[in-house]
């Protein structure tokens, strides 16, 4: 996020092209007795996202990832303002050869405990992300890496397996990427938050100084971080966490809390546009919405008494010609979100439409007939029962609107029998990964702004969708794009890989999200320097 010193209005920039948060700013005083108006300096956060595991192994959410970054170092890092990744801790990073990726760290790096920070330190990091491999972890980003090297304490080579890998800089940024301590974490297993804690293995720009597991958690700046980002302007944050994001929306319009973000309801965004103190601004997002189907328990699935893949294809199929989602858009999310016709979303290279022109009436509608074809052509039996999971406030408050209007338009016709099913996010992560569920919602806020971060992690072998998808020249397609320099012939095999996966549909897409930001006035007019040092910066799953 860019820098800024506020008198009157605050505003608060979203950094990387495809951020997808929302972001609620208030005045600084609505209560006297409010942290946020006090004389240190606290920035007062308010946020329905849930932690699952702060260690970075054991977890690859937003709700994680919002923590992880500001207390983990990271070898490169986005500048604020920019999607693009330089230095951080390193002092350079660069390839020495088509399959070693080099990094010198800079010097004197230390955790907040005391313990040095060297290269055994980072090849720790990574040996250990892949070692515990956890299926609700980021590890799948590190599957070009083939080993790690610390010849002297200051010098990390990474031993890639595909030459050339264009994405291999932002992965070192993603949720894979965080530096933690050998000291303080298990080498082969994920680490307690309160064992975390309790070590302070903190080098990035805050450290924890309570931390209440999705209650409250406070930061304070870390004046031993030697980073890209510098020195924070918020001296103190606190984070808190709501179950109610109306709550959350009566407490960004009192004051009792600064920033709000992830997530509000599109209806109180609309309302929020009204109030005379608060300036929403749009702008383009890289979030997307998506139903993942299991490969071995949908209907016919692998694992199934009926397993037949055709059968189980052309239930897909048909549910794709079902969907609407420009009325899902509109009606559900006000147009905060627009529909999503392929795997990699507009804005970004390689990005197409291919599933508008697959399914449906051909220009992105419905079309019951050719749901009703694809079935009777596979000799399905109708109506076939899809039971449908999601997760009621992980993706705010709208996901109930969202899968009852998803289960209407898949009712059509009497050709399938549609239950849905609503788990809480903390279990319904561990859940997902269990074939508890044979169709699932999930959405993804992207590692890194390429086309790659939408692919790699869902179609190659092992994703962490943890489906069952399997194709062969989907997967040699993505290794190549990958070590591609090129960019004419990589945003070829990027297209091809759409066209690939939109045949199989392994996951369908539904929407694409908007990034939306409400400032609101200093009611005060205290200043206060709200700038990028809190990172809103997203990733993971995000992950889900």
Request: aromatic share 10%.
């Amino acid at each position: 996020m860019t820098s800024a010193h506020i008198s009157g209005r605050r505003v608060l920039a979203v950094t990387a092209a495809f951020a997808a948060t929302a972001l609620v700013l208030a005045g600084c005083a609505g209560n006297a007795n409010s942290s946020s108006s006090g004389s240190n300096g606290t920035l007062t956060v308010g946020t329905t996202d849930k932690v699952t595991s702060i260690d970075p192994a054991g977890s690859y959410d937003n709700g994680s990832f919002a923590v992880m970054n500001q207390v983990y170092p990271f070898l490169l890092n986005s500048p604020y303002g920019t999607s693009d990744v330089k230095p951080d801790i390193a002092e350079s990073a660069s390839f020495t050869s088509p399959t070693e990726y080099t990094v010198k760290l800079k010097p004197g790096l230390k955790f907040a405990n005391g313990h040095d920070l060297t290269s055994s330190d980072v090849k720790f990091s990574f040996d250990r992300q892949i070692k515990i491999n956890s299926p609700v972890g980021p590890a799948y980003l590190l599957a070009n890496l083939a080993s790690t090297d610390a010849p002297d304490p200051t010098t990390v080579v990474f031993h890639l397996k595909v030459p050339n890998d264009q994405t291999f800089a932002q992965v070192l940024s993603s949720p894979a990427g965080p530096i933690v301590d050998e000291q303080v974490f298990s080498p082969d297993k994920v680490t307690s938050d309160t064992d975390i804690v309790k070590g302070d293995p903190f080098a990035g720009q805050y450290t924890i100084t309570s931390y209440n597991f999705n209650s409250l958690v406070a930061y304070k700046a870390n004046p031993g971080y030697k980073g890209l980002l510098g020195k924070p302007a918020n001296a103190k944050v606190d984070v808190k966490y709501y179950t109610d994001p109306s709550n959350m929306k009566l407490d960004i319009q009192k004051g009792d809390i600064d920033v709000a973000y992830r997530q509000l309801s599109a209806t109180d965004i609309a309302n929020l546009r009204t109030d005379k103190n608060l300036k929403v601004v749009d702008g383009p997002g890289g979030e997307i919405r998506y139903i993942v189907f299991n490969f071995n328990t949908m209907p016919y699935g692998a694992t199934t008494a009926q397993a037949d893949p055709k059968k189980a294809l052309a239930i897909r199929q048909a549910a794709a010609d079902l969907v609407d989602r420009a009325a899902i858009a509109k009606q559900v999310y006000k147009d905060t979100y627009t529909p999503l016709y392929s795997y990699v979303p507009s804005g970004l290279t390689g990005a197409t439409t291919v599933l508008k022109d697959l399914y449906g009436d051909g220009n992105g509608g419905p079309s019951l007939d050719k749901a009703k074809a694809a079935l009777q052509a596979a000799g399905v039996a109708t109506p076939v029962t899809l039971n449908i999971q999601y997760t009621p406030s992980h993706y705010g408050p709208s996901s109930s609107d969202e899968y009852a209007m998803i289960k209407d338009q898949l009712s059509q016709g009497g050709l399938f029998n549609v239950n849905i099913q609503s788990t809480e996010y903390v279990q319904y992560n561990k859940d997902r990964v269990k074939d508890t569920y044979p169709e699932y919602q999930l959405g993804w806020f992207p590692d890194y702004s390429d086309a790659d971060n939408y692919l790699t992690p869902f179609f190659a072998k092992d994703n962490f969708l943890v489906n069952h998808y399997s194709n062969s020249e989907v997967q040699d397609l993505i290794t190549k794009q990958i070590g591609t320099t090129d960019k004419a012939a990589r945003t070829q095999l990027i297209e091809q890989i759409q066209a690939k996966v939109a045949a199989d549909l392994s996951t369908l897409p539904l929407l694409q999200g908007a990034q939306v930001a409400v400032t609101g006035k200093n009611v005060n007019g205290t200043q206060k320097t709200l700038d990028g040092s809190f990172k809103f910066r997203y990733g993971a799953m995000s992950k889900g």
